[in-house]
């Protein structure tokens, strides 16, 4: 079992920057690739970013590539979202989500709750 909390959130003028944390529980947080997601009022959550369990490769959805930077600390059991160059269309409930290595790959597993980025023009 994995619990998960996101903190970070909040609200910022666009081009402004923000950075989510995610608090993962469990001692096999490592073990386990990592992503980001987001859901935007009356629209469906769509995938973000990704990191695998040693960091070593990431993966990101178009319109964040080059704005957005995954990454993770194992000894903290935490996974981070730096976003840079904010939009007002970046608004959104960000969660972080957790894969395990025993689900095929993609299957998030564990889910946080969610923080609230919203971007004003």
């Known amino acids: 079992q994995v619990q998960l909390v996101e903190s970070g959130g909040g609200l910022v003028q666009a081009g402004g920057s923000l950075r989510l944390s995610c608090a993962a529980s469990?001692?096999?947080?490592?073990?386990?690739?990592m992503g980001w997601f987001r859901q935007a009022p009356g629209k469906e959550r769509e995938f973000v970013a990704a990191?695998?369990?040693?960091?070593?490769?990431?993966n990101y959805e178009y319109t964040v590539k080059g704005r957005f930077t995954i990454s993770r600390d194992n000894a903290k059991n935490t996974v981070y979202l730096q976003m840079n160059s904010l939009k007002p269309e970046d608004t959104a409930v960000y969660y972080c989500?957790?894969?395990?290595?025993?689900?095929?790959?993609?299957?998030?597993?564990?889910w946080g709750q969610g923080t609230q980025v919203t971007v004003s023009s």
């Open positions: 469990g001692r096999t947080f490592s073990m386990y690739a």
């Open positions: 989500a957790a894969d395990s290595p025993k689900t095929p790959p993609g299957e998030y597993d564990y």
């Open positions: 990191i695998t369990w040693s960091g070593g490769s990431t």
